[in-house]
């Protein structure tokens, strides 16, 4: 406890201070902006940031930056960004794997999830399953089909060991009547899809929008995605409901966050401009031409979201004896 001379010393100071940080809040943002994206350039969250960063950078009136750190299931990007100074320059675009760390958290390590802020539910989306051309499968049924005939034969690439992909996965699996496979993990969805293209795995596990625009250049086939419906880009494509595993719905989401102790004025700023950002029918076109769809949900929904993801993928992580970094 701070003695009383030492704390009436805290609040002169703290008094003098207030009114040149409360005038900073107001001129926010005064320079670029970085947004942390924790994966390689090539994926999901990347592609969904290239989208919307020039169209953020002009609500805001300054240029948003986005920094591809990828490693660890988006860890090491995540702890950098919950590193930085809790003042607006840094923010982090994660999506649902964020959930799938603290849910699988790396032995030894100490939870991320209080280091920030929700800001803004951006997006949600379906995830998909992938194979190549030259797979031989035309069909999830004939995949799952394999599946069950060969169990834990089958390579099944996603973006690490715990992330929302892989847990997805296990979740799809064990509602398709307890498959088998072996996961191969990735520093990324870009790296994966870079290797299913050239036939090195079976089938992948990856946000629908990181290989949508290779599936319309036939690079890859689409069995199924994760969503309650089909995606209206891709109709041919089936829902894993419809398919092998009835009543089964996971989607993926991304969203905004702050370091943990950003002013409540600025984290107001930067939900603005994202939700003006997400009702641009520009943009929207384009999101839902990946299979996004824009939600805009503020930071109180959003940790709600956040908590509830943790539970579905801890109990799966639990049941399937999954541990980080296997």
């Known amino acids: 406890m701070l003695a009383r001379r030492s704390f009436t010393k805290f609040l002169s100071v703290a008094a003098v201070a207030a009114p040149s940080f409360a005038h900073a809040r107001e001129d926010y943002p005064t320079r670029s902006i970085r947004l942390i994206v924790p994966w390689p350039p090539g994926g999901g969250v990347d592609a969904f940031g290239r989208v919307v960063q020039a169209a953020l950078g002009a609500q805001l009136g300054r240029n948003v930056i986005i920094d591809n750190i990828g490693g660890g299931s988006g860890r090491i990007g995540t702890q950098t960004a919950s590193r930085a100074t809790p003042d607006g320059y840094t923010l982090l675009l994660a999506n649902d794997t964020f959930a799938a760390t603290e849910a699988l958290p790396v032995a030894g390590t100490a939870s991320l999830r209080p280091a920030f802020e929700p800001v803004t539910l951006a997006i949600d989306g379906p995830q998909g399953l992938f194979t190549h051309p030259k797979s031989g499968f035309r069909s999830i049924e004939e995949f799952a089909a394999a599946a069950r005939v060969r169990p834990g034969q089958l390579n099944v690439g996603v973006p690490g060991i715990g992330s929302s992909q892989h847990l997805t996965s296990e979740l799809l699996l064990r509602a398709a009547g307890d498959l088998r496979v072996t996961h191969i993990p990735y520093r990324g969805g870009g790296p994966l899809l870079q290797d299913l293209v ?117 109990d799966i992580a639990t049941e399937r004896q999954i541990v980080a970094g296997d």
Do not use: C, Y
């Not at 946000?207 to 036939?218: E, V």
């Not at 089964?248 to 401009?273: C, D, L, N, S, Y």
């Not at 939700?275 to 520009?282: E, I, Q, S």
């Not at 930071?299 to 943790?310: C, K, M, P, Q, Y």
């Open 198 to 314: 050239a036939g090195n795995v079976d089938a992948a596990t990856a946000t629908f929008a990181a290989g949508a625009q290779q599936a319309k250049a036939g690079q890859l086939v689409p069995l199924a995605v994760t969503s309650a419906n089909r995606n209206a880009s891709f109709p041919n494509v089936p829902t894993a409901a419809e398919t092998i595993a009835p009543g089964f719905v996971q989607a993926t989401w991304m969203g905004f966050f702050a370091p943990k102790g950003t002013p409540e004025a600025i984290r107001g700023r930067v939900h603005a401009a994202a939700t003006a950002v997400l009702k641009d029918p520009g943009i929207v076109a384009r999101l839902r031409d990946l299979g996004f769809e824009p939600v805009g949900g503020d930071g109180v929904a959003f940790a709600r979201l956040f908590d509830e993801t943790v539970k579905i993928f801890a």
